[in-house]
């Protein structure tokens, strides 16, 4: 056993020396940088490759083909692939665990890091700070001769780094964060809409419930008329209400929300209720008061469906 420990102990360190000078060699190859620290600042380099597309030449021809002309544009892209080599000086850097970091990690650096091994995720570690000035090189990687660009860039922003020891594996900067921010916001928002969805059916149910059973209760006479009026009206502010809740979440989930179509909505279902209630008292009381009632929901109905119909044939975009 004390000859296995030891041989187990000396492949291990073999193994550690071996990826050491591997990523010493990927450094001299520029495709892993390095970390210089101070007392409170620190400078660090990452690499990237840059593709430059540009059209160079443009012609145009044409071509009788029985009675149809056609026309056809000819053009070369030159694409100059370089290295960047970016140099960033960060002031107050802060080394945090993976799952840590205060900014979040972009999917495709989320992908790196997962597919790191196990027994070296533990040493990784996510470098955050405050950028305060920022160096590019690049040079081409096609040609023999290797014209250099050299760009200097002063400012202040959000910069972090995936870094093993001295080692950077990858960077990246203000852009980014900023991307994946969005991308974060954009998600919360679609989760959004798709609670608003399914809310929005509830709300539709408990308008009708209510709408059916004030139109219902109307209708009844065990009660006396003053006090059945009164709760089929309440009845029926109350399924307008919901319409109007079913419409508003119906509208955020698809991204058409407007007090304009609420109010539409919600003035719809409010007259066909009391239309209904309306004509329903009249034919039991014998209510003349009430068909006039009756007659003049009915022209609100008509109003606020051709509203709505108008919106929509529009496709949502009807300006008044």
Known sequence: MDKAERQLEQHCLDFANEFFALLGRMQQHHLVGGIESGDDTCRFTFFRRVAIIEETARQRSQRNIGDKIETYDHFSTNIQHRNA?????????????????????????????????????????????????????????????????????????????????????????????????????????????????????????????????SIAMIGSVAWSPALLTLVAIALGLSAMYLASLAAKNEYFASGLLTTQRVLMHSTLIGGIVFATQAIVFAAVRWSIPALIVAAFCAVVVWLAFSMKSSDKELGGNRVD
């Open 85 to 213: 080599m970016h140099v960033h000086h960060v002031r107050g850097p802060m080394l945090s665990e993976l799952g840590d970091n205060v900014h979040p990690l972009p999917e495709k650096y989320q992908r790196f890091v997962s597919s790191l091994p196990d027994w070296l995720s533990p040493s990784i570690r996510v470098l955050e700070g405050e950028l305060f000035r920022e160096e590019c090189v690049e040079w081409d990687t096609m040609v023999e001769i290797r014209p250099q660009e050299e760009t200097v860039s002063i400012r202040w922003q959000r910069d972090p780094a995936i870094v093993f020891g001295d080692f950077v594996l990858a960077g990246w900067g203000e852009d980014v964060i900023v991307g994946e921010e969005s991308r974060a916001r954009d998600g919360d928002i679609e989760r959004s809409k798709a609670i608003a969805s399914s809310v929005a059916k509830r709300f539709h149910a408990g308008s009708m419930a209510l709408a059916v059973l």
